[in-house]
């Protein structure tokens, strides 16, 4: 089932305890423009399809990664991307996004976005996997 564009940014925004709408739509969109960079195939079209078009769009028409991204590295390409942020505001802004797509994807496809990506990604998603 598709997020509608205001239940995907109220989550975001609850999550992350923004202030403005402003903060949520900038950090979803950075977000998940660098996690579509990320992920590949049907995968990606799968989580697209639980999104809102808007974001949706973001996550299939991504920059291209040349490797990808551990965690922390995730974090820090979040915070060099959101003017005025650190990596701890950048953490908070990951895991507020993610735990949504997390949410809006379902255990199935969150574990095979999971598998696309370097350990460590399930914390970012809220989801902390056993070992």
Do not use: C
């Not at 992350?16 to 739509?25: D, M, P």
Request: charged share 25%; no cysteine.
């Amino acid at each position: 089932m598709t997020l509608r564009r205001e239940a995907f940014l109220d989550h975001v925004k609850e999550r992350g305890e923004y202030g403005t709408a402003e903060e949520v739509e900038r950090a979803a969109r950075v977000v998940l423009a660098l996690l579509g960079a990320h992920l590949v195939g049907e995968v990606r079209a799968r989580l697209a399809a639980r999104l809102p078009e808007e974001f949706a769009l973001i996550l299939l028409n991504p920059l291209q990664s040349a490797e990808p991204l551990a965690p922390e590295r995730f974090v820090r390409a979040t915070a060099a991307w959101i003017e005025g942020a650190t990596e701890q505001t950048a953490t908070w802004d990951v895991g507020a996004v993610l735990s949504t797509a997390a949410d809006a994807a379902g255990d199935d496809l969150l574990e095979q976005i999971l598998f696309q990506l370097p350990a460590g990604y399930d914390l970012l998603f809220g989801r902390p996997q056993p070992i």
